[in-house]
């Protein structure tokens, strides 16, 4: 019920009398000063075992460590691999006896190769990573964005001493230049960027793989691919040129596709209309013919009769049309 703070001189006082450290424990008359210079290195042992207690608390205590969700620990003991942890509250051993590293094995992280973003900006060109060659023998001017995270920790500690970034971005330009090396200038610029993307990110893993790195790569993205600068405007010209050619081309197939059908199908009603006058004409000199025919048999069995019969009918139709 002490209205203020605690006295820090009476609080230690009290501790060293209950560990038997004060040298003031027995003050009787009978003392002697021997008997006190005879004491003294006990109560200093003492100290010294209550610091040591203390600091190996602290020892062992830091030894706790924890690993957050998505990260991997990795303990070393005496630099050499002991085993992997997963996510939650551990112990090791502490330095110098182990350490641990943690991981971050689901962080998707970013390497740019010919190109720095800074500020939202993509202009700051790296001429030394960004300047290939093509299959053509053309210089084009590529820049590329890998998205990566880690698969193997143990791989990653033990197999890379360079920093990640570094190794990503080397593999990445060598894939790079192997893919850009096997294409065309035209073909890099125009339609085969996300081909070759997609090259790259196999060929960028397989480099990874080999050196045993334990990068996975996710994703592999060309930010833009042009000519040098000093030859930019001419590529632009032909650029715009394959472009008009193109969309010529368009304008005349779409022609094409609308007067070919109606020229068609005109030519299809022609050709029926004529098979359909055929057909009439044929079937009506059939039908006069088989009349001849008939008429001639008749007037082969009975010429007068048939005569006089053709003669009446005859006169009938003119007669039919005629006043009296």
Same mark, same amino acid.
């Given at each position: 019920?002490?209205?203020?703070?605690?006295?820090?001189?009476?609080?230690?006082?009290?501790?060293?009398?209950?560990?038997?450290?004060?040298?003031?424990?027995?003050?009787?008359?009978?003392?002697?000063?021997?008997? @006190? %210079?005879?004491?003294?290195?006990?109560? @200093?042992?003492?100290?010294?075992?209550?610091?040591? !207690?203390?600091?190996?608390?602290?020892?062992?205590?830091?030894?706790?460590?924890?690993?957050?969700?998505?990260?991997?620990?990795?303990?070393?003991?005496?630099?050499?691999?002991?085993?992997?942890?997963?996510?939650?509250?551990?112990?090791?051993?502490?330095?110098?006896?182990?350490?641990?590293?943690? !991981?971050?094995?689901?962080?998707?992280?970013?390497?740019?190769?010919?190109?720095?973003?800074?500020?939202?900006?993509?202009?700051?060109?790296?001429?030394?990573?960004?300047?290939?060659?093509?299959?053509?023998?053309?210089?084009?001017? !590529?820049?590329?964005?890998?998205?990566?995270?880690?698969?193997?920790?143990?791989?990653?500690?033990?197999?890379?001493?360079?920093?990640?970034?570094?190794?990503?971005?080397?593999?990445?330009?060598?894939?790079?230049?192997?893919?850009?090396?096997?294409?065309?200038?035209?073909?890099? !610029?125009?339609?085969?960027?996300?081909?070759?993307?997609?090259?790259?990110?196999?060929?960028?893993?397989?480099?990874?793989?080999?050196?045993?790195?334990?990068?996975?790569?996710?994703?592999?993205?060309?930010?833009?691919?042009?000519?040098?600068?000093?030859?930019?405007? $001419?590529?632009?010209?032909?650029?715009?040129?394959?472009?008009?050619?193109?969309?010529?081309?368009?304008?005349?197939?779409?022609?094409?596709?609308?007067?070919?059908?109606?020229?068609?199908?005109?030519?299809?009603?022609?050709?029926?209309?004529?098979?359909?006058?055929?057909? %009439?004409?044929?079937?009506?000199?059939?039908?006069? $013919?088989? @009349?001849?025919?008939?008429?001639?048999?008749?007037?082969?069995?009975?010429?007068?009769?048939?005569?006089?019969?053709?003669?009446?009918?005859?006169?009938?139709?003119?007669?039919?049309n005629t006043s009296k």
């Amino acid at each position: 019920n002490q209205q203020g703070p605690p006295d820090l001189d009476k609080v230690l006082k009290d501790i060293k009398e209950k560990l038997g450290l004060s040298r003031g424990g027995n003050t009787g008359k009978g003392d002697t000063g021997g008997e @006190r %210079s005879g004491g003294g290195p006990k109560p @200093r042992m003492g100290l010294f075992v209550l610091v040591g !207690i203390v600091a190996l608390g602290f020892w062992i205590a830091s030894g706790f460590y924890t690993v957050t969700q998505g990260s991997q620990g990795i303990e070393l003991q005496f630099g050499e691999y002991k085993r992997s942890t997963e996510a939650g509250l551990h112990w090791h051993i502490p330095a110098p006896i182990e350490t641990v590293e943690v !991981i971050n094995t689901s962080r998707e992280n970013t390497v740019e190769v010919g190109f720095r973003s800074r500020g939202g900006s993509t202009n700051n060109s790296f001429p030394k990573e960004a300047l290939m060659l093509t299959k053509d023998e053309n210089i084009i001017d !590529i820049q590329f964005a890998v998205q990566y995270d880690i698969k193997s920790p143990t791989d990653l500690m033990f197999n890379v001493a360079d920093p990640i970034e570094d190794v990503v971005r080397q593999a990445t330009e060598s894939a790079v230049r192997e893919t850009i090396g096997k294409n065309t200038m035209d073909f890099a !610029i125009t339609e085969g960027r996300s081909v070759i993307a997609s090259e790259t990110a196999v060929l960028l893993q397989q480099i990874l793989d080999r050196y045993q790195t334990g990068i996975n790569v996710r994703s592999v993205e060309m930010q833009d691919a042009q000519p040098p600068g000093q030859v930019k405007d $001419a590529f632009d010209d032909a650029v715009r040129a394959r472009e008009d050619e193109q969309r010529l081309k368009n304008l005349a197939e779409a022609y094409a596709n609308a007067v070919i059908p109606r020229a068609r199908g005109k030519a299809a009603r022609l050709t029926q209309e004529a098979e359909a006058y055929k057909a %009439s004409v044929v079937a009506t000199a059939e039908g006069e $013919a088989s @009349r001849f025919d008939q008429v001639r048999e008749e007037y082969a069995k009975a010429p007068v009769v048939t005569r006089d019969r053709m003669y009446i009918d005859t006169m009938q139709s003119v007669l039919g049309n005629t006043s009296k």
